[in-house]
């Protein structure tokens, strides 16, 4: 008999395009961002968030009505272009970011999706900012894809913030795998921990999806 627990499947490009081709359909501009991004920054696109988790993150934010959103770590946009498209009419995006040159590569974009008025961006250490800021509305959604080390600073500053129901999502919580080969990167010691304490934080019911290079989400009970 087949061990169940050796289910699962490497994602190679033809598979990636057959999960987004039958996920939620974005706008196309997506692609565009993509392009944008690939000419802008070279090898440093692969801060981008992986394509299949784009219709993940716009389906997530419908499925919690989500409102009112947070994003940490913007890098060009794609991830808070998918954000924002699923958010509710009158909903906002708030995105922390230390780097305007790169974000200003997604502005564009996100005016052509129809979704610019819905986001805004605040530029500053993430540490101090999101220390500073206060919402009108309990947060529905907090997406955290910035500097490793920062994680778990993020996640104690926003989770108050955020309404029972309310989902925290953080990506690279599989770090290209490393988090099980006793790497003593900064960067994978940081995602373990930080793992470990959502794993642990009786605030939140946890669950680490196998879906791009990882997303750790915690809903807040």
């Known amino acids: 008999m087949a061990d169940p627990s050796s289910k699962g499947v490497a994602v190679t490009p033809e598979l990636r395009q057959y999960l987004v081709g039958h996920s939620l359909p974005g706008s196309p501009v997506r692609e565009q961002l ?12 692969i801060m981008q968030i992986a394509e299949e988790q784009g219709p993940f993150l716009t389906w997530l934010a419908r499925l919690l009505g989500a409102r009112r959103a947070v994003e940490v770590g913007t890098f060009t946009g794609l991830s808070a272009l998918c954000i924002a498209e ?22 564009p974009f996100w ?7 819905r986001i805004d961006v605040v530029i500053g250490p ?9 919402t009108d509305e309990p947060l529905d959604l907090v997406f955290l894809d910035a500097d490793k080390g920062g994680y778990r600073t993020y996640y104690e500053l926003l989770l108050p913030l955020v309404r029972p129901g309310g989902v925290v999502v953080l990506d690279n919580a599989l770090y290209f795998g490393e988090v099980v080969t006793g790497s003593t990167d900064p960067d994978v010691v940081a995602i373990r921990e930080v ?3 959502v794993a642990a934080d009786p605030r939140v019911e946890p669950v680490l999806l196998n879906v791009g290079d990882g997303l750790l989400m915690a809903r807040r009970r």
Do not use: I, K
């Open 195 to 197: 793992n470990d304490h």
């Open 126 to 134: 993430a540490a101090e900012t999101l220390a500073r800021f206060t």
């Open 34 to 45: 993509m392009a944008a991004t690939l000419e802008a920054t070279g090898d440093w696109a």
């Open 111 to 117: 005016a052509r999706a129809g979704v610019a008025d």
């Open 86 to 107: 699923g958010l509710a009419e009158d909903g906002r995006l708030t995105c922390f970011d230390v780097n305007d040159e790169y974000v200003s590569v997604g502005r």
